[in-house]
């Protein structure tokens, strides 16, 4: 072997490393020579199973009329959303979820999957749309009886009757069972008395309330015979034809917020407000005339959770928005990589395209991963909504794995959202920082989705409780030899990881190979059985931390299941993390064409071993990984980070967005028309006998 030192040294000329050796990767999967994705099929998969609707959606916000306008004061942005509704309107956008009895189209799946993508037009014509019919006009539908839906589903329908959603108090958001707010019931007059005792009662927040609320679904104590049934739901009028509100009702304007100030979120108050005993929304509990109360459902938390959980829709569409808002900054971002050019390579060559630096494929390609494994997560939830509510499999069984699997899922696609926008706009430099090219303001509109429906550690403690109750579901009844089996198991694999066997193995097995370690330890398989037992791990320990609370007294079982609070949501995040995984696997039982299936594979595989590496120090401490495979997970990230770099135009060109979707100037083209130009300059320079020299070349003569 030619010893290097005295190797001749030769222009290179793979394609991939231009004169002068600075390395890049081709820019395109064509030139990479290898399996491409064909763009149609993975636009397909990611609109997912209502993907006709999520193209109606698309096609008509294509109309400049829905598009948000930069920077525009509040008071202008607030009446163009609200025109943006009656477009919706006049287009049939209202209709999806509501029975063909009052001019609705029955499709439960389809409503939110074309609300979804509303988010692209403007978030505030996203959840003004979600005010309107997802909450306020669903507590009615969802809530209500068909006498309600009688008197004022087809207005809410049509937007001749705008409401308000009045759960959320100044004093008390996530924790609705505890708020302020009481609604007393008057057998002498057959009415209940709706009261805002204290200031921190008053309902906050809300979208409508402030301007074009004309009245409100509000939550509120249900008091009878001096016994309070705890929260339940009533229709109170809010405003006159003219605007003005009814006697005993008052409100502030909640102002200018840090997004979303296309709504005008209010406050509300209610001075013994005397509504007919009609108005109480009385599916799941009633009261007689003489002020008894019912209920079918004999448990006060059981009712409670029922009622709460009828509402599921928002947190299913959050879920769903926020990805699709990523879906746009990833879209804006990698399109910009790969036309910006920045830095030569040291040697005179062509200044080198953003996206064939390491880092930026390392800052940006598993975002991408995170972000496909989102929409196949979203389109299970999605499936499971649809279900549910149009009744062809609603049971309670599966409204709680419905309300379990939205709580899990959309914590993590907001906080995404936020985490990935950011990145995107550090990435574009100055370019996203400018309005025109919309990441500023997709992250001010979406901030406020992690608290929207449930602050999201709320969301994951609800999870982290579904998981503690399903692990002991398996002890329910259990005889002493089934407890000793499993106390030896346990012990056994603490041993088993704790000696450093398995480190041992793997070492043994890999022997010094990062290609040996991922074939044998870091496959599908192999990533599905870390990310799982991650979660069976985390709950099995938190469940015997917590044993102890049974047999003691409240104050010390409320303390010690506080001590354990920040490990059991972090376990409810791994449990959400395992979730997409698994649809982003499913989703690939789909793909027929090989080199599609190639690809996404190669992008899954970035997604579990993004997951792997984030936790790398927990598996590391519970010898689930020895330190060179450990080694080799970050290693392997950047093989496929290069790998998939070709494919990231052909990856967001799946989307489906068209420019009407995008709008931002630096994906537009615009950035390669000024590179090229600035390329032809230099070139024709160069050629020319103008070009001036170099000082450097001066100085080495």
Request: proline share 3%; hydrophobic share 40%.
């Amino acid at each position: 072997m030619t010893d290097a030192a005295v190797r001749p040294k030769k222009p290179a000329t793979n394609k991939r490393t231009p004169a002068g050796g600075a390395p890049t990767a081709a820019h395109s999967a064509a030139e990479a020579h290898e399996a491409r994705i064909d763009v149609d099929t993975v636009t397909d998969l990611l609109l997912g199973t209502w993907g006709d609707v999520r193209l109606e959606a698309r096609e008509l916000i294509k109309d400049p009329a829905f598009w948000r306008i930069e920077g525009q004061p509040m008071a202008e942005h607030r009446e163009r959303t609200l025109g943006q509704l009656r477009l919706l309107v006049e287009n049939n956008g209202s209709r999806r979820a509501f029975p063909k009895e009052y001019g609705g189209l029955e499709n439960s799946g389809g409503n939110l999957a074309g609300f979804m993508d509303l988010v692209l037009a403007d978030p505030s014509l996203q959840i003004k749309s979600g005010v309107q019919w997802g909450l306020f006009g669903s507590a009615i539908y969802q809530l209500g009886t068909k006498a309600h839906h009688d008197r004022w589903l087809r207005d809410v329908i049509e937007l001749d009757l705008p409401g308000a959603f009045a759960m959320t108090e100044t004093g008390h958001g996530s924790d609705v069972a505890a708020i302020g707010t009481t609604a007393t019931y008057d057998p002498e007059t057959e009415e209940f008395v709706i009261h805002t005792p204290f200031r921190g009662a008053w309902k906050d927040y809300l979208g409508n309330a402030a301007l074009h609320g004309k009245a409100a679904t509000v939550f509120a104590q249900l008091i009878t015979g001096g016994v309070n049934y705890g929260v339940h739901c009533f229709f109170v009028p809010l405003r006159d034809d003219d605007g003005a509100f009814l006697p005993g009702i008052g409100g502030e304007d909640d102002g200018v917020k840090g997004g979303l100030n296309g709504i005008d979120n209010g406050r509300l108050h209610f001075d013994h407000v005397r509504i007919p005993r009609f108005n109480l929304l009385n599916r799941y509990g009633d009261v007689a005339a003489d002020g008894s109360y019912s209920s079918e459902i004999s448990s006060p938390g059981r009712r409670f959770f029922t009622m709460l959980g009828a509402l599921v829709q928002g947190r299913v569409s959050l879920d769903g928005a926020a990805t699709t808002g990523t879906a746009l900054a990833l879209y804006i971002a990698l399109t910009y990589a790969g036309q910006r050019r920045q830095f030569d390579s040291g040697s005179g060559s062509d200044e080198v395209v953003l996206l064939d630096y390491g880092k930026h494929q390392r800052r940006l390609l598993p975002l991408l991963a995170q972000n496909y494994a989102q929409f196949f997560a979203n389109d299970e939830l999605l499936r499971k909504f649809d279900a549910v509510f149009s009744g062809r499999n609603d049971t309670a069984e599966e409204r709680e794995d419905l309300e379990t699997l939205a709580a899990a899922l959309k914590p993590l696609s907001t906080w995404n959202a936020l985490d990935t926008i950011q990145e995107c706009r550090e990435a574009c430099g100055g370019s996203g920082f400018l309005a025109e090219n919309r990441l500023v303001g997709l992250h001010q509109d979406l901030d406020v989705y992690v608290t929207f429906e449930g602050d999201n550690n709320v969301l994951l403690q609800l999870v982290g409780k579904r998981l503690l109750a399903d692990f002991a579901k398996q002890f329910k009844g259990a005889d002493a030899a089934k407890l000793a089996s499993f106390a030896a198991r346990q012990t056994a694999g603490k041993v088993f990881h704790g000696a450093g066997l398995r480190q041992f193995g793997q070492a043994v097995a890999d022997f010094g190979s990062t290609a040996r370690s991922v074939e044998l330890g870091l496959r599908a398989d192999q990533q599905h059985d870390l990310l799982a037992g991650r979660v069976q791990q985390m709950v099995e320990d938190i469940a015997g931390r917590l044993r102890a609370a049974s047999k003691a007294s409240p104050a010390d079982a409320a303390a010690i299941f506080n001590a354990n609070q920040a490990e059991l949501i972090e376990a409810a995040r791994a449990h959400a993390e395992l979730l997409q995984w698994e649809a982003f696997t499913d989703g690939l039982t789909a793909v027929e064409d090989d080199g599609t299936l190639q690809v996404l594979t190669w992008l899954r595989d970035l997604f579990g071993l993004s997951l792997i590496e984030k936790h790398l120090a927990w598996h590391l401490i519970h010898g689930r990984l020895s330190t060179q495979r450990a080694a080799s997970v970050s290693k392997y990230i950047d093989r496929l980070c290069l790998r998939l770099r070709p494919h990231a135009q052909d990856l967001v060109d799946g989307y489906g967005f068209a420019p009407e979707h995008v709008r931002a100037p630096i994906a537009s083209g615009a950035e390669q028309a000024r590179q090229d130009e600035a390329r032809a300059y230099f070139a024709a320079l160069a050629a020319s006998d103008d070009a001036p020299v170099s000082e450097k070349s001066l100085k080495k003569k």
